[in-house]
């Protein structure tokens, strides 16, 4: 093999490519199909005030079910997605999707109207020239209020562009909508630019929580978070809160809001329906002091 000559070696390569190329094709042509059979649906995962417990809102998370087969999640489909463009298609179902959900619970009176719905958007979907007008469109077409609204972005969104990046944000805050920073701490981010953004939350990512108890840089790490979104005067959010010695932890150290699998994974929209009218979670995680 290491004999090879230059062109058996240059045929390798190009086989290799080609099937690469036919795998993304294959990947692309499956997508399209699923959004054309309605194979996405959206979970929601909540979100609660550390405070007292209370649910503050839902994230919307993407899944993919090709019938007969496994839950596909967005992590194996999404960059993908965005190479191809097609995220564009499926980001502005998922934003209307979450909308319709939302205004559907209130209009159930299963919803104080401070429950926000939070929905993840991609770098690419975030360049689209329509992208400020499609959001517009979709809570006018939903009727859902935009201060229900959040758009999680993460750090490398802002920093791709920073100078036409404040432009779009300035636009999306108008409408009354949130913003927030997804993955927190995983990119860079220029502070100076973090204070100039309308941003509203940051949510500091799971993989700084996951050892906080035993890492004391992670812990360091998320203490200097919650207090730079504080002086920041912005609302912080632990993502990945998985136990409750994590979320004493962040109690202890005045983080506002917390997400994971301690207060429950994403549901589908009957089962968190259900956990709204109840105003409380299916686990005992936590309750009002
Ligand atoms: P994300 O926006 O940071 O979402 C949080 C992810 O962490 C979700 O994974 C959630 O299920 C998972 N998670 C939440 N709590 C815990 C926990 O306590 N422990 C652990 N181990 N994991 C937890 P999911 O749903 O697989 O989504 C992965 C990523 O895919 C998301 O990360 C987001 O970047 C992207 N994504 C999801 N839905 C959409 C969408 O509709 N549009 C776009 N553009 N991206 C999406
Ligand atoms: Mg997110
Ligand atoms: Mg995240
Ligand atoms: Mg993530």
Redo the contacts with the bound molecule.
Sequence with gaps: QAKQSGKGRYTFYVNEMSKDALQFLRMDAALRRAMERKEFH??Y?PQVSIADGRIIGF????RWQPPGEAVI???QF?GLAEETGL?VQ??EW?LQTACHQLVAWQRAGLCPDDIKMS????AT?FRQADMVDTVRRVLSASKCPARCLVL?ITESVIMDSPESTVEILNALSSFGLQLAI??FGTGYSSLSYLKRFPIHTL?ID?SFIRDISIDGNDAEIVKAVIALAHAMNRNIIA????DSVQLDFLRHHGCDQA????FG??IVHEEAAAVLSRQQLPFPAIRAA
């Design positions: 959206l979970v995962q994230e919307a998370l993407l999640p967005p992590d999404i995220i499926i980001g998922v929905v993840n958007l991609s979907q999680e997804d993955d949510k799971r993502e990945g809160v998985e997400q994971g699998f301690y994974q994403g």
